[in-house]
Nanobody, 120 residues
């Protein structure tokens, strides 16, 4: 059974930083691309960062230069370092495995996510 458990969210002032973690189990973590998604109130869920099995990364334009995705295959964990946070980054953040083709197709059911709130 696939489990995705996100943590590390919280309330932070604009310009601050947070580091999100996602512990994955129930599938072959190391052979899957992984991604961080977010969903703001009233908006669709969007992929903001993706990391390949080889460690290559891609980012949505809205977070490029501020967010960094990384992975630890030994611990089946993917991270998202978020710096220079803006109020528009406020959302629930989720991780998932990502289909290799295309950009943002998630492979498994969603976890509970972690809330990030950035105050101005």
């Amino acid at each position: 059974q696939v489990q995705l458990v996100e943590s590390g969210g919280g309330l932070v002032q604009a310009g601050g930083s947070l580091r999100l973690s996602c512990a994955a189990s129930g599938f072959s973590f190391s052979i899957n691309f992984m991604g961080w998604y977010r969903q703001a109130p009233g908006k669709q869920r969007e992929l903001v960062a993706r990391i390949t099995t080889g460690g290559s990364t891609n980012y949505a334009d809205s977070v490029k230069g501020r967010f960094t995705i990384s992975r630890d295959n030994a611990k089946n964990t993917v991270f998202l370092q978020m710096n220079s946070l803006k109020p528009e980054d406020t959302a629930v953040y989720y991780c998932n495995a990502v289909r290799r083709t295309g950009w943002d197709v998630a492979l498994f059911n969603w976890g509970q996510g972690t809330q990030v709130t950035v105050s101005s």
